[in-house]
């Protein structure tokens, strides 16, 4: 089994930074990928940015330039880096994890709890 906890939401004002922090742990052979979606209330979850193992990464256009997702494979963790943040960012964040294991032929989709990050106009 796979544990992923993320940490870092709250509450900030509008054009401030918040930093999103995701670690997994348990059993696995590798994790192939790791991003964060968010899911606003009234809306379904999207795709906020991803990175695989090999370091390239991929952003919603409505966070370009403001987010930076990056990872510490030794670390097994994902952080988001949130800045210029928009009350529309408002939403619970999601960490996600691709994870290989137990064996190099099995793999999974892992989520966090969530972590609620609200920005203020």
């Known amino acids: 089994q796979v544990q992923l906890v993320e940490s870092g939401g709250g509450l900030v004002q509008a054009g401030g930074s918040l930093r999103l922090s995701c670690a997994a742990s348990?059993?696995?052979?590798?994790?192939?990928?790791m991003g964060w979606y968010r899911q606003a209330p009234g809306k379904q979850r999207e795709l906020v940015a991803n990175t695989i193992s090999r370091g390239s990464t991929d952003y919603a256009d409505s966070v370009k330039g403001r987010f930076t997702i990056s990872r510490d494979n030794g670390k097994n963790t994902v952080y988001l880096q949130m800045n210029s943040l928009e009350p529309e960012d408002t939403a619970v964040y999601y960490c996600?994890?691709?994870?290989?294991?137990?064996?190099?032929?099995?793999?999974?989709?892992?989520w966090g709890q969530g972590t609620q990050v609200t920005v203020s106009s």
């Open positions: 348990g059993r696995f052979v590798s994790i192939n990928a």
């Open positions: 996600n994890a691709l994870v290989v294991g137990p064996s190099w032929f099995q793999s999974k989709d892992y």
